[in-house]
């Protein structure tokens, strides 16, 4: 097995060991566009752990890519309308079907959800398709 | 309160260095990843399956407790129902995803490093949030 793939099963658990850290301490789920969502439009008093959780995985993720040797870069050229249409597309997706990668791939999967493992399969389903598009039949 | 902060900055910290280190932040890696039809790369393969296979070990036991360590009672989302709105916003998010290559975790993670397009697609993603709370409202 490569390098690549051993840093990937090891990033990988330490992302589950993350999310298992949130739901042990504080009993909450590290899905990320809900913490996200819950520091834009605060409606609690739970705006200060959520607040820490990005801070953490922020500057945490800056330090590695930025001191780490060999740590992956990132993308630069990348066309700014597909950034913003896609980024509009992921706010707007992950809010209205109440999670992403992490809330519904991650956490949901973890505990058995059905419901989370549908929306898995859904939104795997249609970035396949989509990059399936943009790359061999948009070029 | 405090300690439910630090707590969800070691938590956060943990998961951002999981991001960077399993390559879940280079977009031309995801991207890979979903190009099944093209030159596929399965890394991402490793790193889904590393942090599924943890939670689903590792939760069971978590959830056996009647109550978290530093908290009242474990938030979980407790719907059941697979309706349109679920089916929908997961297929959006999919679209969003498989253009450029980020979800929120590894977008938020670029913010870390400066990353040009971070700066352009995380103020999109907030948008979209916002224009989801607008929609949703009326």
């Given at each position: 097995m490569s390098s690549t793939w051993l840093l990937a099963l090891a990033g990988g658990v330490l992302i589950g060991l993350a999310a298992t850290l949130l739901l042990w301490l504080n009993g909450r789920v590290a899905g990320i566009s809900g913490i996200l969502n819950g520091v834009l439009f605060p409606h609690s008093r739970d705006v200060a752990w959520r607040g820490a959780f990005l801070l953490g995985l922020i500057a945490a993720a800056g330090i590695y890519m930025a001191f780490v040797p060999r740590a992956p870069q990132p993308r630069a050229d990348f066309p700014r309308a597909?950034?913003?249409?896609?980024?509009?597309?992921?706010?707007?997706?992950?809010?209205?079907?109440?999670?992403?990668?992490?809330?519904?791939?991650?956490?949901?999967?973890?505990?058995?959800?059905?419901?989370?493992?549908?929306?898995?399969?859904?939104?795997?389903?249609?970035?396949?398709?989509?990059?399936?598009?943009?790359?061999?039949?948009?070029? | 309160?405090?300690?439910?902060?630090?707590?969800?900055?070691?938590?956060?910290?943990?998961?951002?260095?999981?991001?960077?280190?399993?390559?879940?932040?280079?977009?031309?890696?995801?991207?890979?990843?979903?190009?099944?039809?093209?030159?596929?790369?399965?890394?991402?393969?490793?790193?889904?399956?590393?942090?599924?296979?943890?939670?689903?070990?590792l939760f069971r036991f978590v959830?056996?407790?009647?109550?978290?360590?530093?908290?009242?009672?474990?938030?979980?989302?407790?719907?059941?129902?697979?309706?349109?709105?679920?089916?929908?916003?997961?297929?959006?998010?999919?679209?969003?995803?498989?253009i450029a290559g980020y979800c929120p975790g590894p977008a938020l993670a670029g913010l870390g490093i400066r990353s040009p397009e971070a700066l352009w697609f995380v103020p999109a993603l907030i948008a979209g949030s916002l224009l989801h709370r607008l929609v949703h409202r009326t």
């Open positions: 597909g950034l913003v249409v896609a980024g509009l597309l992921v706010g707007f997706g992950t809010r209205m079907g109440n999670g992403c990668t992490s809330g519904h791939g991650v956490c949901g999967i973890g505990r058995l959800s059905v419901r989370s493992l549908i929306a898995v399969c859904t939104f795997m389903a249609t970035a396949v398709a989509t990059t399936f598009a943009v790359r061999h039949l948009w070029s | 309160m405090k300690r439910l902060s630090i707590a969800a900055l070691a938590s956060g910290a943990m998961f951002g260095i999981g991001l960077a280190m399993s390559g879940m932040t280079d977009p031309r890696r995801v991207l890979g990843f979903l190009d099944i039809f093209g030159q596929f790369d399965p890394t991402l393969m490793f790193v889904l399956g590393g942090a599924v296979a943890t939670t689903m070990l959830l056996r407790r009647g109550s978290p360590v530093l908290a009242a009672s474990f938030q979980l989302s407790n719907l059941k129902h697979v309706d349109r709105r679920l089916l929908g916003g997961a297929a959006i998010f999919g679209v969003g995803w498989g």
